[in-house]
């Protein structure tokens, strides 16, 4: 423990917080915070009653406001309006116009009959009365206790939630311990462990793959490859016709085999030039990747997706000496399957992140193949099998062969019609064999393609579809704001034993919530950002001076960690001052006289999107961090010192 204005500076600026993205939901989490046009006073009070129980309530507030002057009758309608009007503030808060916005409250509520509501409406009541009298006596508080504990469960839990700033003294040494075991309860509840997370991870984009490039064969090509074939083909049937009328059996045997043997050479030399043509390309292709793309510029899309290839191979890799050879034989199909992704997601509208599933999917796919010995021999998969070449080789030969023997046989019956059909198949033989190898090895470099594409989509799918079932049960705002507001309570409780204090030892106290160093980042249109880790400081104001702790909160396993704890006088406070950056982002600063600085990074840079609401973002950010209200108590320690809660502030309280 430091003493007196000692402490070590305290810094919570986020680092490289800027440069990482954040997500913001759609689907479902859309509208979730939206007031659509021309919505109903119903439909304003269930969106009020989201933003309440999300923290935002100073935008609860507002529409609360604009319900209540359409709904005046119902006690539900003005149960919900007190919580939102005190709170995640105090009593020394309330401007005049608050004070008077309260009293023709509850005006109005007095002439309501009683219904449901009314016993949550009269503890609100007898709560604030009993908190603005500094020594309200033991009976008033009992009689407080009483009707709190006679409310139902959720009522009981709303109250004690949102007015729990309002708590003062003895009074809130009576309820705490309902408060801390509702905390408790409330921080692991709904599987807080197995879905945090999911909010963090964006809503997936559909899989895409590359379409398959047409056949590139021309049509002088094919014109020219009929034309020569039909040639062949005449020459041939002469041939054939010559022996015929010899009625050379063995000669019209060996042509019969030797057009066999040539469907056959062709057949196998198709695939032959495929094959080779294949692995050229690829070939081609490799020597001309890189990964991560060298042009690829910061910040952007390729860019991202390079690294998360990268991130994903390393991820992925074997340990020890294999490590290596997994990165050399895996960077050839990775590239490929970038490059495939960077061309057919590349629009303004797909962020690196909504694609990240493809690409783990597909890094996890590779290293499974290659653990298989799949990957190894996908680098030889185009290599000329030798069989393949024997039997091109052999039935050429044969198909020559047979020729031959059909030649000399027409030659005998009419050599000048031999010749010119001798030289028409050379002549033409060789140029359609050429071109026809070509328009073969095309058509099967497109079937090839095809087939793989549609076996690589329909598993992207699968894996989509099961993605998607993941985070089905993706946690929504008001869940990941109800947990924060919990680890808050369960904090403030061990900052109260740290310090051997109880709430009648506190004047008052201030709490923030800022981002963590290295955390993920996530919100809901219209909605605060939420971290994976926070930074969490607590100033609990007493007799002697300001008790301060800060703690690291790892948010997706309600764990704190790097407790940090400061004493400090009140005359050791020379000024608060919170920045505003030209990008919107805001910075909490507290200056000690000795030059031990407190500096947080408290709201993120960032613009409301098309259809959001700047002033809510703006308003949620402050409520969602706690700025405001530590912003009021500690600017008026740093004016007042320990004098200031029974200077004016507090007497407009009482």
């Known amino acids: 423990m430091n003493g007196d204005g000692g402490g070590p500076t305290v810094t919570a600026n986020g680092g490289s917080h800027g440069a990482v993205a954040g997500t913001i939901h759609g689907g479902v989490h859309n509208n979730y915070y939206q007031v659509p046009p021309g919505a109903s006073p119903w439909e304003k009070f269930d969106i009020a009653l989201r933003y309440l129980a999300s923290g935002q309530a100073t935008t609860a507030r507002k529409l609360l406001a604009e319900v ?15 919580l939102a009007f005190f709170s995640e503030r105090t009593l020394w808060e309330l401007s005049v116009e608050d004070r008077a916005a309260l009293k023709a409250a509850l005006d109005q509520i007095d002439e309501l009959p009683r219904e449901y509501w009314t016993p949550g409406i009269e503890a609100i009541r007898h709560l604030v009365a009993a908190s603005r009298s500094r020594n309200a006596d033991h009976a008033a508080i009992s009689l407080v206790r009483r009707e709190i504990e006679d409310l139902d469960a959720a009522m009981r839990k709303e109250v004690l939630r949102h007015l729990e700033r309002v708590l003062q003294g003895s009074l809130k040494d009576e309820l705490w311990h309902e408060d801390l075991r509702q905390a408790e309860a409330g921080r692991r509840a709904e599987r807080r462990r197995e879905r945090v997370w999911k909010f963090f991870e964006p809503d997936p984009a559909q899989p895409r793959t590359r379409p398959v490039r047409p ?6 090509d094919l014109a020219a490859a009929s034309v020569l074939a039909t040639a062949v083909s005449g020459a041939v049937a002469m041939i054939g016709w010559l022996a015929l009328q010899r009625d050379d059996t063995s000669a019209i045997i060996a042509l019969t085999v030797a057009l066999i043997a040539a469907g056959v050479a062709v057949t196998n030399g198709a695939e032959w030039r495929f094959r080779v043509d294949r692995l050229r390309a690829e070939n081609r292709q490799l020597r001309a990747q890189r990964l991560p793309s060298d042009a690829a510029r910061p910040g952007g899309f390729t860019y991202q997706v390079d690294r998360l290839y990268m991130r994903y191979a390393d991820r992925y890799a074997p340990k020890g000496p294999d490590r290596a050879a997994w990165l ?3 960077y050839g199909p990775m590239s ?15 962020k690196a992140e909504a694609v990240k599933w493809l690409i783990r999917f597909q890094v996890r796919e590779l290293r499974r193949e290659w653990d298989a010995g799949g990957l190894v021999e996908q680098h030889r998969r185009w290599t000329v099998p030798t069989a393949v070449k024997a039997v091109t080789v052999t039935a050429g030969l044969a198909a020559v062969a047979g020729l031959m023997w059909g030649i000399q046989s027409a030659a005998r019956q009419n050599l000048l019609q031999t010749a010119g059909a001798l030289v028409a198949i050379i002549a033409a033989g060789w140029t359609v064999a050429i071109v026809g190898l070509r328009i073969l090895a095309e058509n099967k470099r497109v079937a090839v393609d095809e087939s793989e594409r549609e076996q690589r989509e329909t598993t992207y799918w699968f894996e989509f579809q099961r993605w998607e079932r993941r985070l089905s049960d993706r946690p929504h705002d008001v869940e990941m704001a109800q947990w924060l507001d919990c680890d808050r309570r369960i904090l403030l409780q061990h900052a109260l034993a740290a310090y051997q204090l109880k709430w009648s030892d506190i004047s008052a106290y201030a709490s923030m919530e800022a981002r963590g160093d290295g955390s993920k980042r996530a919100r809901a249109k219209n909605g605060p950002w939420r971290y994976s ?6 100033f609990l104001l007493t007799a002697d001076g300001v008790r301060q702790i800060s703690v690291d909160l790892d948010f997706a396993q309600a764990t704190f960690h790097h407790w940090e704890r400061t004493n400090y006088r009140y005359d050791a406070v020379a000024a608060v001052r919170v920045t505003t950056l030209d990008n919107g982002a805001r910075e909490f600063q507290l200056f000690l006289v000795n030059g031990a600085d407190i500096e947080v990074a408290v709201t993120e840079p960032g613009q409301a999107g098309a259809d959001e609401d700047s002033r809510i973002l703006a308003d949620g950010a402050q409520d969602a961090t706690g700025l405001r209200n530590t912003l009021f108590v500690l600017e008026g320690v740093a004016a007042e010192g320990r004098s200031w809660w029974a200077g004016p502030a507090y007497r407009r309280a009482s």
């Not at 209540?68 to 007190?82: C, P, Y």
């Not at 490929?336 to 797909?350: F, G, M, P, W």
């Open 533 to 538: 880790r926070y930074k969490l400081l607590v």
């Open 328 to 330: 050399v034989d895996a």
């Open 336 to 350: 490929r399957l970038r490059d495939e992704l960077v061309e057919v997601y590349r629009e303004k509208r797909v």
């Open 215 to 220: 056949v590139d064969v021309s049509g002088g």
């Open 68 to 82: 209540t002057v359409e709904i005046r009758s119902s006690t539900k309608v003005w149960f919900h309006w007190l």
